[in-house]
T-cell receptor, first 109, second 112 residues
């Protein structure tokens, strides 16, 4: 069974700061997802990665397969970025995602 | 259209009621999923449908009954639920099993 660890659990930042959220997993994977969930809301898929780096707007996701580690970066953070960010990995099973516990990000104006 | 829709947004039901949750997507996705999410916890997979056939049931109690009438629609029928079943129920879909899952906004269920 894959264990997915996220750090930090909680993160508070000032508007404009550069944010990094980390995700480590224990077993080889076929893909890693970064998801965003606003309080009381549904989930938005931000990225799916199997290697390298992806960028979308102010969000950047990287993955190091050898080190079993991924990072999600937010540049020029904004209060609307406040949400829970969840890392999820897909291993041997095609369908099943193993989720991390999430990182609660609060960006203050 | 990159949207998964779920209805209703909120549902309150008694333990003797029968209700259904509905999920719809028009992206041509052939895999659809039901997840349950308790407060401050990550989602837990309940069921997976692939090409309208149930492919995974994560040992979910029989009071939850999924149905996939066609490739765009996924239902979750609820009967004789318990208060501990109160949660956010999320639907997701993906083009194939190896591609990004798109999540719906969820149905927030309260069982009294």
């Amino acid at each position: 069974k894959n264990e997915v660890e996220q750090s930090p659990q909680n993160l508070t930042a000032q508007e404009g700061e550069f944010i990094t959220i980390n995700c480590s997993y224990s077993v080889g994977i076929s893909a890693l997802h970064w998801l965003q969930q606003h309080p009381g809301g549904g989930i938005v898929s931000l990225f799916m990665l199997s290697s390298g780096k992806k960028k979308h707007g102010r969000l950047i996701a990287t993955i190091n397969i050898q080190e079993k580690h991924s990072s999600l970066h937010i540049t020029a953070s904004h209060p609307r970025d406040s949400a829970v960010y969840i890392c999820a990995v897909r291993g041997g099973s095609n369908y099943k995602l193993t989720f991390g516990k999430g990182t609660l990000l609060t960006v203050n104006p | 259209d990159t949207e998964v829709t779920q209805t209703p947004k909120h549902l309150v039901m008694g333990m003797t009621n029968k209700k259904s949750l509905k999920c719809e997507q028009h992206m041509g996705h052939r895999a659809m999923y039901w997840y349950k999410q308790k407060a401050k916890k990550p989602p837990e997979l309940m069921f997976v449908y692939s090409y309208e056939k149930l492919s995974i049931n994560e040992s979910v109690p029989s009071r939850f009954s999924p149905e996939c009438p066609n490739s765009s629609l996924l239902n979750l029928h609820l009967h004789a639920l318990q208060p501990e079943d109160s949660a956010l129920y999320l639907c997701a879909s993906s083009r194939t099993s190896t591609e990004t899952q798109y999540f719906g906004p969820g149905t927030r269920l309260l069982v009294l």
